[in-house]
């Protein structure tokens, strides 16, 4: 009768080995990631505002390139566009559409951190937005405010230059910053006025 095949010394060896194996400690609490003070969960369509913010301030930014050093607006009076609008150049100091100017350093540097405030909290907004509309919205508030503030340290002032007219009315000279500024609060408006807007988001941020 052939006798039974017995397990090699290093197989019992390695199979002693795994069972007297010491468990390992759990890591101290100490040493991981203070994840209490990490941001909470961004909602759905926070990307989707930030493709909307890059792309404003991507076109802002483009257009008032092209109308300083591709159009030369600065030597020209100006351009005729169509009969309702030219491109004038104008160095606005103000907030948006030439209003509250301030022709110091300090009121330059002053406004720009306002803006540079409101795109910070337009963004934190934008991370519990629960609509497409509100995301949007504050992504051309948040393109609209950098485009305007990057000018504003740069040129030391912001660049406008379309300006409209109609019946012998003017309206102020303006950029694609400014208007992307009035149709986010726009947005935002008719998001919290319609009658079945979702006012608060839901927990968990989804």
Known sequence: ??????????????????????????????????????????????????????????????TKYAVLYGLDLAARDKIYVAPFADFVLAMNRG??????????????????????????????????????????????????ALGNALDRAIQGAVVDFVALHAFGFRWYVFNLADAAIVAGVLGLLYDALRPNALKSPPKGGN
Do not use: H, N
């Open 95 to 144: 907030i948006s559409y030439g209003l509250f100017p301030q022709d110091g350093e300090f009121g330059r540097w002053v406004l720009f951190s306002i803006k540079i405030a409101a795109s910070i909290l337009f963004f934190f907004w934008l991370r519990r937005a629960v609509s497409p509309l509100v995301a949007a919205a504050l992504g051309l508030l948040i393109g609209g």
């Open 1 to 62: 009768m052939p006798r039974a095949k017995q397990p090699s010394k290093k197989r019992v060896a390695k199979k002693t080995a795994k069972k007297t194996r010491a468990p390992r400690s759990p890591v101290p609490a100490a040493s991981q990631p203070a994840l209490a003070l990490r941001l909470p969960d961004s909602g759905p369509y926070f990307g989707f505002g930030l493709i909307i913010a890059a792309a404003t301030f991507a076109l802002d930014q483009i």
